[in-house]
Each structure stands twice: as C-alpha cells, then as structure tokens.
C-alpha cells in the first residue's frame, strides 16, 4: 500500500515563493508516476502538474506553467512542487498523487491515480 505524505505548506504573500514536498513509503518510489492536484473551497480537484518516474517528463496545467515546476528525488521517495509567483487564485489544499508507472503517458484526470495524501493547505493573501 502507498502512503504518501505532504509538507511543505503554508501563507504567503502574492508574488511569494512556497516548495511544497511529498514522501511516498510502501512501493519503490522510483516504479509510480507521481502528480500534484489541488482543490479550493467550492471547487472541484484540479489538476496541477505530473511527472513520470525517471523525472525527464513532466505534464502541467495552463493555469501554472511557467510559474510551478515539479521535480522529483527518488533517492529521498520525494517528488517536489515548486511554485513562483504565487496568486490568490492559488490558494487551495495541495494534494500528492502516485500511480504505478505502466508506461503510459502522463494523466490529467484524478481517477487515473489510486494513491492520495492528505493535502497540504497553501494560503496566499494579496
């Protein structure tokens, strides 16, 4: 069974910087395809961004590229989001998704993931 856990969240300021983390426990890291999505109070799950498991290809929302990047450490079972330029409308609770990596492409939709955290709150007040 994956577990996966999130840190890394908090308050900031528009134009602010955050890293967000997830550590992952229960499978060899390096076998799942790991993803970031987020939900705001009111909204739907909204995919955020992916990345497959040697980390050489990655999958983002419109609403983020340029300014979030995800990466990953499979040394250390952690897949990272760094996000720049933060907004209001990126306030949301931040969570981490995990696949078994089939080879397949990147996935956008959440049921294409079977392991979930627990999310990690990100406030950003303008």
Excluded at 6 to 13: A, F, L, M, N, Y
Aim: proline share 2%; with cysteine.
């Amino acid at each position: 069974q994956v577990q996966l856990v999130e840190s890394g969240g908090g308050s900031v300021q528009a134009g602010d910087s955050l890293r967000i983390s997830c550590v992952g426990s229960g499978h060899t890291f390096s076998g799942l395809v790991t993803a970031w999505f987020r939900q705001a109070p009111g909204k739907e799950r909204e995919f955020v961004a992916a990345i497959n498991w040697s980390g050489y290809s990655t999958l983002y929302s419109d609403s983020v590229k340029g300014r979030f990047t995800i990466a990953r450490d499979n040394a250390k079972s952690t897949v990272y989001l760094q996000m720049n330029s933060l907004e209001p409308k990126d306030a949301a609770d931040y969570y981490c998704a995990a696949e078994v990596d089939a080879g397949s492409d990147l996935r956008s939709d959440a049921n294409s993931y079977t392991y979930w955290g627990q999310g990690a709150p990100v406030t950003v007040s303008s």
